[in-house]
């Protein structure tokens, strides 16, 4: 990488104008060697985690995570049919959530993919990290953000592409 | 497009400093990102954070684990603890914070992760999510300690979004 140049570039983006349900990123190009999605989300409903799929799959997935509420500290390990960004902490009604998502090694068809992801709720289940595991080799080609309520106007989702 | 852009760095000098300052932060990027890397000056090791003068967040939630046990607890500005001056010499410690949209009129939220550690002595991490409903941009940031020591250094990053390519339903 030459001197100066960015090894992270800006790769789409998207602020809500009105409430929504999913937001998904699609026709990702292969150019890099891992992404960065940053999600400031605002969730109307109390409801499902905040989660993401990868090329539409359902397939069932391992998470974990470790969080401190504010009172004491946690670690869960569970499987659901997509990529946990909180590990079931959900983003509480009008709460300003915040995910960064590193997806790793998103174009490699010879490994499973791996995401790890920082999340704060700062006024429900506070700080943490989770992991998650898609089982597929698949490279990734789209990214579907679920807010399991609603992402109320104002919240915002950006994807970066990082080089190697 | 260009991700991340340095905006300010600081580093301070001989005889320490109780704070360390960014001002004037231009409103032009998305996002910003702020690296610190500090030791105390003596053994009150608690950094916190204000911004626009003298605001704290509204509310602020942390992890900590010190190598043996792992806790969680409330707060408003705590960002982490940097190494002591019983540390051993040269032994600095990192903070990362995140501030999302920090320009936009609504919500104000940060996401700081910190690290100190002197082997098998003295150890802290902490991951800090925090809030606050001053829906003011944000132009400055104030980091304090008792006293940052000589060395210690802080830089300040604006972060582009990219633009489309994201549906929505």
Known sequence: ?164 | MMFQKLIQTATVGAGGSASISFTSIPATYTDLCLVLCARATSSTVNMTMTFNGSNTFSTARYLQSNGSSVTSTTDTNFIGNSPSSSYGADIFGNVNIYFPNYAGTTTKTFFADSVAENSTTSKFAHLISGQSYDTAAIASITLNLSNFAEGSTASLYGILKGSGGATVS
């Open chain 1, 1 to 164: 990488m030459p001197a100066g140049v960015s090894a992270i570039t800006a790769l789409a983006n998207v602020t809500l104008g009105s409430s929504t349900t999913t937001v998904t990123f699609s026709s990702i190009s292969s150019s890099y060697k891992d992404l960065i999605l940053v999600i400031r989300g605002i969730n109307v409903n109390y409801s499902t985690n905040l989660s993401i799929t990868f090329n539409g799959s359902t397939t069932s997935c391992v998470n974990a995570d470790i969080y401190g509420n504010g009172a004491a500290g946690y670690s869960y390990a569970n499987s659901f049919n997509y990529i946990s960004t909180d590990n079931g902490r959900p983003v509480a009604g009008n709460e300003v959530g915040f995910r960064q998502v590193n997806i790793m090694n998103y174009t490699n068809t010879d490994v499973h993919k791996f995401v790890i992801t920082k999340f704060g709720s700062p006024t429900s289940y506070g700080a943490g990290v989770a992991v998650g595991r898609w089982p597929d080799t698949s490279a990734i080609t789209s990214v579907a953000v679920y807010s399991g309520g609603t992402f109320a106007a104002g919240s915002s989702f950006a994807l970066y592409g990082v080089s190697a």
